[in-house]
């Protein structure tokens, strides 16, 4: 049975009799009569035997558990708030979670779903999986998953959502030969991605024991972003998924990721490094090291390539291997004409991936799926970059000409690029950040972004793979910043005041024109905006203030984009198609929503200045240019500025 109000204490239950418990949880707060939720947090997944060691399934619970608060989260450095950095928030918006830190506890989800589910539902099943790098975690405020399951219910396509907790920094990723032997050893096949295998064991929990939560196991979209994303990419291109996948669909929102994964020599160095900065010598050492001071270094430790966890014909790049030539397409408009490429080294003949379904899929939970080659939702944002003003800033003219080149190590393709970026040694001080910050932006997200998006649809025979971009202002900054599309999608951040459209706003937007979508057919439930005053009745601020040149976001423009974004996510969760899939799907700016021509796609990104600079760059120097320009210059560059 399934989310039962006990008389006496008013409680959601879950019987679950594989796991031979009842899990008790909550009635979420926005639950509502026509809408309730119900929660069951901190549920853990899998146990870890050591540090650096693979996780295992965890599936002994006590005849009673208690789902009624988060878990522990992994241990991380203490640093300004992600809501504060992303959002501008104010420390008095920001609930105050004091979520506990543990290095072998962490490994938990959380349960989000209609209070109606029975083990017979079987809604889709969405796994959200976070960024934030070394930092971040399943149970943070922003995503909580209560608001998107309630208008999951009022649009009619209900879902069961889980978040996951799982390793990161150093004690999700550390990689070495010294390592691999160690936990070789041990019995560990391959060594570092243990956040990956964490991720690896929720699906696999979930595919177990999700259906008394009203889950349908054979139905899984994950969905991610910054990090998260580029971590459902590394699943996507893994061993165990080209098996055994377990999930049916991917969903990857401004994804961080190395293009050119490292092997465990070049992880190894790095390492060695973080080592000697710890003054341990053996990997025993390392083990000793309280994960409180551990968690200070290794911030960009990310996957491997150890020869295990990336299936066979791996070659240790998300995109295809020569990445110097333009980038493949098979819409109109894109960079050029259709190309046919080797990808891994070799010619792929694939055979078409099943299409998107319209109907739920089956509940036999008899086989895995027959095909790895997911359906993938993908797109990015259209200010990424504002994460790194500040190293922008640092930049001097001169500085930032000659670190640029001596990445590219051409004259010849460093001048198109700096030509093309309008960045020169007499580039006036208050323009340089702005240049710089486009530059970051290409080289980190936005080319990248399409490459794998490209890559993934030759994989999938040119089917499989939808577009987005979402270029929708953030009321707080007035522009699409970095994770900018949490806010909308799960609508968990307080807002500023917002200004109500005026009549005249009004009637145009009833007329259609610029802010029409390509169709009508919209679901018009829509949950009423909570008061911008947090609950001790302090109304939010934010740290900026508006002026005259900021884009206005009012409650018309929020909520458009708002349904919009949740709508079709999930859409794709229910197995339909979200748009067509030779357009390209925009949010914003400025409330507008709805299917667009590739060709104003290349209008809202640097498409041509990407052929003419970065593709003859190739992936690894663009992504080495990328994170540099991140950096900042080195600090005995920075004293000329002062």
Same mark, same amino acid.
């Given at each position: 049975?399934?989310?039962?109000?006990?008389?006496?204490?008013?409680?959601?239950?879950?019987?679950?009799?594989?796991?031979?418990?009842?899990?008790?949880?909550?009635?979420?707060?926005?639950?509502?009569?026509?809408?309730?939720?119900?929660?069951?947090?901190?549920?853990?997944?899998?146990?870890?035997?050591?540090?650096?060691? +693979?996780?295992?399934?965890?599936?002994?619970?006590?005849?009673?558990?208690?789902?009624? $608060?988060?878990?522990?989260?992994?241990?991380?450095? +203490?640093?300004?708030?992600?809501?504060?950095?992303?959002?501008?928030?104010?420390?008095?918006?920001?609930?105050?979670?004091?979520?506990?830190?543990? !290095?072998? *506890?962490?490994?938990?989800?959380?349960?989000?779903?209609?209070?109606?589910?029975?083990?017979?539902?079987?809604?889709?099943?969405?796994?959200?999986?976070?960024?934030?790098?070394?930092?971040?975690?399943?149970?943070?405020?922003?995503?909580?998953?209560?608001?998107? &399951?309630?208008?999951?219910?009022? =649009?009619?396509?209900?879902?069961?959502?889980?978040?996951?907790?799982?390793?990161?920094?150093?004690?999700?990723?550390?990689?070495?030969?010294?390592?691999?032997?160690?936990?070789?050893?041990?019995?560990?096949?391959?060594?570092?991605?243990?956040?990956?295998?964490?991720?690896?064991?929720?699906? @696999?929990?979930?595919?177990?024991?999700?259906?008394?939560?009203?889950?349908?196991?054979?139905?899984?979209?994950?969905?991610?972003?910054?990090?998260?994303?580029?971590?459902?990419?590394?699943?996507?291109?893994?061993?165990?998924?080209?098996?055994?996948?377990?999930?049916?669909?991917?969903?990857?929102?401004?994804?961080?990721?190395?293009?050119?994964?490292?092997?465990? $020599? +070049?992880?190894?160095?790095?390492?060695?490094?973080?080592?000697?900065?710890?003054?341990?010598?053996?990997?025993?050492?390392?083990?000793? &090291?309280?994960?409180?001071?551990? &968690?200070?270094?290794?911030?960009?430790?990310?996957?491997?390539?150890?020869?295990?966890?990336?299936?066979?014909?791996?070659?240790?790049?998300?995109?295809?291997?020569?990445?110097?030539?333009?980038?493949?397409?098979?819409?109109?408009?894109?960079?050029?004409?259709?190309?046919?490429?080797?990808?891994?080294?070799?010619?792929?003949?694939?055979?078409?991936?099943?299409?998107?379904?319209?109907?739920?899929?089956?509940?036999?939970?008899?086989?895995?799926?027959?095909?790895?080659?997911?359906?993938?939702?993908?797109?990015?944002?259209?200010?990424?970059?504002?994460?790194?003003?500040?190293?922008?800033?640092?930049?001097?003219?001169?500085?930032?000409?000659?670190?640029?080149?001596?990445? =590219?190590?051409?004259?010849?393709?460093?001048?198109?690029?700096?030509?093309?970026? *309008?960045?020169?040694?007499?580039?006036?001080?208050?323009?340089?950040?702005?240049?710089?910050?486009?530059?970051?932006?290409?080289?980190?997200?936005?080319?990248?972004? +399409?490459? &794998?998006?490209?890559?993934?649809?030759?994989?999938?025979?040119?089917?499989?793979?939808?577009?987005?971009?979402?270029?929708?202002?953030?009321?707080?900054?007035?522009?699409?910043?970095?994770?900018?599309?949490?806010?909308?999608?799960?609508?968990?951040?307080?807002?500023?005041?917002?200004?109500?459209?005026?009549?005249?706003?009004?009637?145009?937007?009833?007329?259609?024109?610029?802010?029409?979508?390509?169709?009508?057919? @919209?679901?018009?439930?829509?949950?009423?905006?909570?008061?911008?005053?947090? !609950?001790?009745?302090?109304?939010?601020?934010?740290? =900026?203030?508006?002026?005259?040149?900021?884009?206005?976001?009012?409650?018309?423009?929020?909520?458009?984009?708002?349904?919009?974004?949740?709508?079709?996510?999930?859409?794709?969760?229910?197995? @339909?198609?979200?748009?067509?899939?030779?357009?390209?799907?925009?949010?914003?700016?400025?409330?507008?929503?709805?299917?667009?021509?590739?060709?104003?796609?290349?209008?809202?990104?640097?498409?041509?200045?990407?052929?003419?600079?970065?593709?003859?760059?190739?992936?690894?120097?663009?992504?080495?240019?990328?994170?540099?320009?991140?950096?900042?210059?080195?600090?005995?560059?920075?004293?000329?500025?002062?």
């Amino acid at each position: 049975m399934i989310a039962k109000l006990l008389d006496d204490v008013q409680e959601p239950v879950v019987l679950h009799e594989d796991l031979k418990t009842t899990f008790t949880g909550v009635v979420h707060p926005v639950s509502t009569p026509d809408a309730p939720v119900h929660q069951y947090l901190g549920i853990k997944y899998a146990s870890i035997p050591a540090r650096f060691r +693979q996780s295992r399934l965890y599936t002994h619970y006590p005849p009673q558990t208690d789902c009624s $608060h988060h878990g522990p989260i992994c241990p991380q450095p +203490q640093y300004k708030s992600i809501e504060e950095e992303l959002f501008n928030l104010t420390e008095d918006c920001i609930p105050n979670q004091a979520l506990k830190q543990s !290095e072998f *506890d962490c490994l938990n989800l959380s349960i989000t779903c209609p209070a109606s589910a029975t083990p017979d539902s079987q809604f889709p099943v969405m796994l959200w999986i976070h960024g934030g790098g070394n930092r971040g975690s399943g149970a943070n405020w922003v995503c909580d998953a209560g608001p998107l &399951v309630q208008k999951s219910i009022q =649009c009619g396509k209900p879902v069961v959502i889980v978040s996951i907790n799982f390793r990161l920094g150093l004690l999700g990723f550390a990689a070495s030969p010294a390592l691999r032997e160690d936990n070789k050893a041990a019995g560990d096949e391959g060594v570092g991605n243990y956040g990956l295998w964490d991720q690896r064991r929720a699906m @696999e929990w979930i595919y177990r024991f999700i259906q008394p939560f009203g889950g349908n196991p054979n139905n899984v979209t994950v969905f991610g972003e910054s990090t998260g994303a580029g971590d459902i990419l590394c699943h996507l291109h893994s061993a165990a998924n080209e098996v055994a996948p377990l999930f049916q669909r991917a969903i990857i929102q401004s994804a961080i990721v190395d293009m050119e994964v490292p092997n465990v $020599h +070049q992880a190894g160095w790095q390492l060695g490094k973080l080592m000697c900065a710890l003054r341990v010598q053996s990997i025993e050492e390392l083990r000793q &090291v309280d994960a409180e001071r551990l &968690v200070m270094f290794g911030s960009h430790a990310r996957a491997t390539d150890d020869g295990f966890f990336f299936r066979k014909s791996w070659t240790g790049s998300l995109v295809p291997v020569d990445d110097a030539a333009p980038s493949v397409h098979h819409s109109e408009g894109l960079l050029g004409d259709n190309l046919v490429v080797e990808l891994n080294g070799h010619s792929h003949h694939l055979k078409v991936p099943h299409t998107v379904r319209s109907k739920p899929r089956s509940r036999s939970r008899s086989r895995h799926p027959q095909s790895s080659h997911q359906p993938v939702l993908i797109g990015d944002c259209g200010a990424e970059s504002l994460l790194w003003s500040l190293p922008a800033s640092l930049w001097t003219s001169a500085g930032a000409v000659k670190r640029i080149r001596a990445i =590219c190590q051409s004259l010849n393709k460093s001048n198109v690029l700096l030509r093309l970026y *309008d960045i020169g040694v007499y580039t006036p001080a208050d323009e340089l950040p702005e240049r710089i910050l486009d530059l970051i932006n290409d080289a980190r997200f936005a080319w990248p972004t +399409q490459k &794998v998006a490209d890559s993934l649809r030759s994989e999938r025979g040119g089917h499989g793979v939808w577009r987005y971009v979402f270029d929708q202002e953030g009321p707080s900054r007035g522009v699409p910043h970095h994770a900018v599309d949490l806010m909308y999608l799960f609508d968990n951040v307080p807002l500023p005041a917002l200004p109500c459209a005026s009549a005249y706003d009004d009637e145009l937007r009833s007329d259609g024109g610029y802010y029409s979508d390509s169709d009508d057919e @919209e679901c018009i439930a829509v949950r009423s905006r909570p008061s911008s005053e947090g !609950e001790d009745g302090c109304a939010c601020t934010y740290e =900026c203030d508006a002026d005259w040149a900021m884009p206005v976001v009012d409650d018309w423009t929020y909520s458009r984009v708002r349904n919009a974004i949740q709508e079709r996510w999930l859409a794709f969760a229910y197995g @339909e198609a979200p748009w067509r899939e030779d357009r390209v799907f925009v949010f914003g700016p400025e409330g507008e929503t709805g299917e667009r021509s590739m060709s104003i796609f290349n209008a809202r990104r640097r498409t041509q200045v990407w052929k003419e600079a970065l593709e003859p760059l190739g992936v690894s120097v663009v992504q080495k240019l990328g994170v540099e320009l991140c950096n900042g210059p080195p600090a005995d560059g920075r004293s000329t500025m002062f």
